[in-house]
């Protein structure tokens, strides 16, 4: 009896393993095919994508004006009160970040006039509500306006005679001073759609500010190179501005700009704006020295919060 018990025990156990392995099995072999199958699909979306993204680049190519914004609005507000944990229990503190970026380009089979407005504001604020000496407002942190005018007459698909103007200040505090203006020609390459690459070795770097003994108006060459791109929901832009001055090195100065976004749901997303810039004037004028005294330091901001294209 208990023999045969214990064959009926040890079968059952055969039969529950031998399920188990079948239904993983299954299970197994259903997951690959899954797998398989969503490769199968995301090729046939790249490929679908590689299509649209060639039509598109014909479309920008056609006659005419071609014109977009995007920007990026990141940010945070706190507000403490009897927070013994922290240094300042009672205070309230933010920061506000606003970048933007638009264009207006015409295109033309001899000539082309591109069009680029550069944005980026910052405000922060940190109020120590149990003391009356700090400021309850915000601040003005982040401060970068950029205003570019190009136009070019076309020797081929690639190269063309341009001429540049540039103008650079901040809005929030100190307008046009500094101010900065760049006049120039020369000449710029194409060298890939929506790559463009100005090289002008005649370029006279206008600087107006209070501060005369610093920043001073030269002659030299500017060189910029922007890269705007957008594959699917990802854009992206890299610009990067650079004046050589031939007099001396102190006067040159150049920036990098570079804009990321991510559409998620109709042109809203998540964005990031990170910019690099080098100007020993500006270092000087900010540290109260002679040019040739000022510590040089490289000049950086980002920005991450949300994002809306038109």
Excluded at 91 to 115: C, H, M, R, V
């Amino acid at each position: 009896m208990n023999s045969n018990l214990n064959t009926l025990i040890m079968k059952k156990i055969f039969a529950l393993i031998a399920f188990c392995f079948v239904a993983n099995f299954a299970v197994a072999q259903t997951e690959d095919e899954l797998k398989t199958t969503l490769k199968e699909k995301q090729d046939s979306i790249a490929a679908i994508q590689g299509r649209a993204d060639a039509i598109q680049a014909q479309i920008d190519a056609l006659p005419g004006w071609k014109t977009g914004a995007f920007g990026t609005i990141g940010g945070s507000l706190s507000n403490f009160n009897n927070w013994f944990a922290q240094g300042t229990p009672n205070n309230s503190s933010g920061n506000i970040g606003i970048t933007g970026n638009a264009f207006a380009n015409l295109q033309d089979d001899k000539f082309f006039w591109n069009n680029s407005l550069n944005l980026n504001l910052g405000w922060v604020k940190l109020d120590n509500k149990d003391i009356d000496t700090d400021s309850e407002d915000f601040e003005a942190l982040t401060d970068v306006f950029q205003l570019t005018s190009l136009y070019g007459r076309r020797l081929s698909d690639k190269f063309a005679i341009s001429a540049l103007g540039e103008y650079r200040t901040t809005l929030l505090n100190n307008f046009n001073d500094p101010g900065y203006l760049d006049l120039g020609v020369g000449a710029t390459w194409t060298p890939i759609t929506n790559m463009v690459v100005v090289i002008h070795p005649l370029n006279y770097n206008f600087v107006f500010a209070d501060n005369d003994s610093v920043f001073e108006s030269s002659l030299g060459a500017k060189i910029v190179a922007d890269y705007t791109r957008k594959i699917g929901a990802i854009g992206f832009k890299t610009n990067l501005s650079a004046f050589l001055s031939y007099e001396t090195s102190d006067l040159s100065n150049w920036t990098w700009v570079n804009n990321f976004s991510y559409t998620l749901w109709k042109g809203i997303g998540v964005g990031f704006d990170f910019g690099l810039r080098n100007s020993r004037q500006e270092a000087a004028n900010f540290q109260g020295v002679a040019l040739e005294d000022a510590d040089n330091e490289l000049q950086s901001f980002y920005t991450v919060g949300l994002s809306y294209s038109f």
